[in-house]
T-cell receptor, first 116, second 109 residues
């Protein structure tokens, strides 16, 4: 079955550590996205990528980094510069950025990151 | 940004009743999409309505769009306990869209 997989489901980070969240899709989608969701709040866009080897900052990119070396993969690194990283992180993909408005996003199940 | 704003923030109904959620937005759109999120899970695409459509149905879901008022509504008929979730609208302009804070729906068995 085609889908988008995020791992791990739960992640704990110590102060000062960098951690990487995985996002893999086998839908042959060109565009991929990372969102952050805090309790009682909507989704905020961190980074997005429309094609391989290219990505753009979203609304809250500070303290995060991404790479897009393969079409199927869009990992997100939460760096020590992100002062409040505890949140629920959602990865999404779509056919192409230009068709997102037609087909919508497919979301992964999310990774809950907690700073300990 | 073109963020959807859902209303009410929370809604609690008895099983079998209808649930109506509203969405307002600020600028012209190409289409508007509704998503559902179960607690601790990702969002699931429910339905898309284009800017030239006024009403669309999908099973127990009915979506309306009024571009003159820049608003949309999602109606879930004959609700079930399994409909308990958060519902988000996403007005689409260009290649990206922004989710609001959602409506939290609780259906009481």
């Amino acid at each position: 079955d085609g889908g988008i997989t995020q791992s791990p489901k739960y992640l704990f980070r110590k102060e000062g550590q960098n951690v990487t969240l995985s996002c893999e899709q086998n839908l042959n989608h060109d565009a991929m996205y990372w969102y952050r969701q805090d309790p009682g709040q909507g989704l905020r866009l961190i980074y997005y990528s429309q094609i391989v080897n290219d990505f753009q900052k979203g609304d809250i990119a500070e303290g995060y980094s991404v790479s897009r070396e393969k079409k199927e993969s869009f990992p997100l690194t939460v760096t020590s510069a992100q002062k409040n990283p505890t949140a629920f992180y959602l990865c999404a993909s779509s056919h192409t950025a230009s068709l997102t408005g037609t087909y919508g996003y497919t979301f992964g199940s999310g990774t809950r990151l907690t700073v300990v | 940004s073109q963020q959807g704003e859902e209303d009410p923030q929370a809604l609690s109904i008895q099983e079998g009743e209808n649930a109506t959620m509203n969405c307002s937005y600020k600028t012209s759109i190409n289409n508007l999409q509704w998503y559902r999120q179960n607690s601790g899970r990702g969002l699931v695409h429910l339905i898309l309505i284009r800017s030239n459509e006024r009403e669309k149905h999908s099973g127990r879901l009915r979506v309306t769009l009024d571009t003159s008022k820049k608003s949309s509504s999602l109606l879930i008929t004959a609700s079930r306990a399994a409909d308990t979730a958060s519902y988000f609208c996403a007005p689409v302009t260009g290649n990206q869209f922004y989710f609001g804070t959602g409506t939290s729906l609780t259906v009481i068995p």
